[in-house]
């Protein structure tokens, strides 16, 4: 019997979204060790037609917290993409995996079947709960905690595999 979708996404999203924040601890220890402005970091970016470290981790929590939200029907949170410091970035995975984490386990009931519709700039796309889920909101979630992670290396910040890997779980 295949995990439910509650135990597929929930520990994956909070995990890797903890591990993000853990990174970005270690980009302003590195900012500050090096001697320039952490925040010089926030709008680097690995090319110039990529989005900068900040909207990177924005994109990774509206990922787990949507991708969660279009399986269970739960209203998620509305974040303003306001942030402009490290303070608030973590401050909004915090907000995420609260989310995630609260999400009822009932909530989850039947998601596996359930229709998703992922509105995009040039087409709608439609899936079960499980597709979705791994196919389309955790790629895309990978996606961006990866690449927020590689313009921290890019930038000097010493974060290696472990860093984005956390620890891991086992039996």
Do not use: C
């Not at 609260?98 to 039947?110: M, N, Q, S, T």
């Amino acid at each position: 019997m295949a995990p439910s979708l509650q135990d597929t996404a929930v520990p994956v999203f909070d995990s890797m979204l903890k591990n993000l924040s853990a990174l970005l601890d270690k980009a302003v220890v590195h900012a500050q060790a090096k001697g320039y402005e952490p925040s010089v970091l926030l709008q680097s970016r690995l090319a110039p037609d990529m989005f900068p470290l900040t909207r990177q981790v924005q994109i990774a929590t509206d990922a787990a917290k949507f991708g969660v939200a279009r399986l269970t029907g739960v209203e998620p949170p509305k974040f303003a993409d306001d942030e402009a410091t490290f303070e608030q970035l973590k401050a909004r995975i915090e907000k995420t995996r609260a989310f995630v984490a609260g999400v009822p386990r009932d909530a989850f009931e039947g998601a596996e079947a359930r229709r998703v519709e992922v509105p995009t700039r040039t087409a709608t796309y439609a899936f079960d709960g499980r597709t979705f889920l791994l196919h389309w909101a955790m790629p895309n979630f990978y996606f961006h905690v990866v690449t927020a992670y590689d313009i921290l290396r890019h930038n000097g910040v010493e974060v290696g595999k472990r860093d984005y890997l956390g620890p891991v779980p086992t039996l």
